[in-house]
């Protein structure tokens, strides 16, 4: 594996992660049916694997950093990427743990001069750099493809729009539950999930302190809806869970 120098122009203006050189085609690749490129024709599938860039980062990489310059957007093979914005006093907010599939930076990548964002790997991940000149060369030449980008707009800002609804509405133990299933259904695991993130981190993904994550954790397990042992969090009644998460104060 080859090292990206900082800012390394010759590979599109990438800045972190190592370059994978073994050959990896779109249109066979395992994470294709989790995201956008499900849609795309075998024509504009071939045009994306000539073009990207596969990379490798390692457990608490960055990949991208707020306020970076826009050259293109990653789509997650394998691993896992948060991406969140941290406040002037050092808050910070989680805005999504992305799996395979997942494209990070997209958004900013059409629309923007610079990333809104940071993006941190959270475990080892292997990710594919698709540049702006290519995804915008798509977008205009393969219909099929461009109604399936305005409906993965229109989902994430319905998702922005039940985060906020959830910070303002909803008290812990329902943004906690909502959290929960989040996790269950993007592992595609109805009971016992490996959370490979730390608490920390989901403390900031709905908007509280980790002491108080801790104790409605503890909650969870002494009303025996979860199991908890280390990072693994066994959901023992998901009804209860989910039932929970709708609840608004």
Request: aromatic content about 8%.
């Amino acid at each position: 594996m080859t090292r990206i120098r900082d800012g390394d122009i010759e590979k599109g203006g990438i800045r972190n992660g190592f370059l994978l050189l073994d050959k990896s085609f779109c249109s066979t690749c395992p994470s294709r049916e989790y995201g956008l490129f499900h849609c795309t024709g075998s024509d504009s599938l071939s045009e994306v694997s000539e073009e990207k860039i596969r990379l490798s980062f390692k457990k608490k990489e960055m990949i991208f950093q707020a306020q970076e310059i826009v050259t293109g957007f990653y789509c997650i093979e394998k691993g896992l990427v948060r991406t969140y914005k941290a406040s002037v006093g050092g808050r910070v907010q989680t805005f999504q743990l992305a799996s395979r599939g997942k494209w990070v930076g997209f958004r900013d990548a059409i629309g923007g001069e610079i990333y809104n964002h940071s993006a941190i790997c959270v475990e080892d991940t292997i990710a594919c750099y698709i540049s702006k000149e290519t995804i915008l060369r798509l977008i205009k030449v393969d219909a099929a493809f461009q109604l399936e980008v305005m409906k993965y707009l229109a989902d994430e800002w319905k998702v922005v729009e039940n985060s906020m609804h959830s910070l303002g509405t909803k008290q812990i133990h329902s943004r906690l539950a909502a959290l929960l299933i989040s996790f269950s259904d993007a592992a595609d695991k109805d009971s016992e999930l490996t959370i490979n993130v730390t608490r920390d981190v989901m403390a900031t993904c709905i908007g509280t302190t980790k002491e108080t994550l801790i104790r409605s954790l503890s909650d969870f397990r002494d009303r025996k809806w979860i199991g908890i042992d280390k990072n693994k969090i066994e959901l023992l009644n998901r009804k209860v869970l989910s039932d929970l998460a709708e609840i608004i104060s």
